[in-house]
């Protein structure tokens, strides 16, 4: 079956523009977790959804990161006044419940941003 | 969050096993240890995860020790594909919004190479 896709694959952006940045979860997952990897890091955790409601936003750096997730299916994370040190690749995984710690995460391949 | 420490890179020739180590001496009694990979410009991918028995999968083997302070991810016969970063994360089960979740914490990672 489809796996998590994200797109766009890559964005380029301006300092001080708004970019919105899209996941495609497993279809039936209804947990939904975004995540943050700059270059030699491993990836940090920016907030979780359980359907629509985001459950845990505890790992998003400040308030001009936002993400929805409406319909409790497509999520899309928004970035602000993008500054340079937005540059990362934005990983989204989703996984059947949410559940206990045993929970299999899904990945999809993440987005490039590059702010100039 | 619990803390893992791995060394920062190991080598391996084709065709022959691996052994990942991991220490995670905080570990708390509910904690799962999972392993994920990363090869180059993807998403992390699952590789095996366990509580306190050994586990055997397609892709590899978890040797947890009795303490479960430590743990050795096992590749059987390594092969070029495995070339990757592995990750070894204690994961927890949390619990926000009425649900219980488990986000991934990872660390630095583990860099293998293998050589043909």
């Known amino acids: 079956g489809a796996g998590v896709s994200q797109t766009p694959s890559n964005k380029v952006t301006e300092k001080g523009k708004y970019v919105e940045l899209r996941c495609d979860p497993i279809s039936g997952h209804t947990a939904l977790y975004w995540y943050r990897q700059s270059l030699g890091q491993g990836p940090e955790f920016l907030i979780y959804?359980?359907?629509?409601?985001?459950?845990?936003d505890s790992g998003l750096p400040n308030d001009r990161f936002f993400a929805v997730r409406p319909e409790g299916s497509v999520s899309t994370l928004k970035i602000q006044r993008t500054e340079r040190g937005d540059s990362a690749v934005y990983l989204c995984?989703?996984?059947?419940?949410?559940?206990?710690?045993?929970?299999?995460?899904?990945f999809g391949p993440g987005t490039r941003l590059l702010v100039l | 969050d619990a803390k893992t420490t791995q060394p920062n890179s190991m080598e391996s020739n084709e065709e022959e096993p691996v052994h990942l180590p991991c220490n995670h001496s905080?570990?708390?009694?509910?904690?799962?240890i999972h392993w994920y990979r990363q090869l180059p410009s993807q998403g992390p991918e699952y590789v095996i995860h366990?509580?306190?028995s050994n586990v055997n999968n397609r892709m590899a083997s978890l040797a947890i020790a009795e303490d479960r302070k430590s743990s050795t991810l096992i590749l059987h016969r390594a092969t070029l594909r495995d070339a990757a970063v592995y990750y070894c994360?204690?994961?927890?089960?949390?619990?926000?919004?009425?649900?219980?979740?488990?986000?991934?914490?990872f660390g630095q990672g583990t860099i293998l190479t293998v050589h043909p």
């Open positions: 995984a989703s996984s059947l419940t949410g559940g206990d710690g045993s929970e299999t995460q899904y």
């Open positions: 905080t570990i708390s009694g509910t904690d799962y």
């Open positions: 366990g509580l306190t």
């Open positions: 994360i204690l994961r927890a089960t949390l619990r926000a919004g009425g649900t219980s979740y488990g986000k991934l914490t």
């Open positions: 959804f359980q359907g629509t409601g985001a459950a845990d």
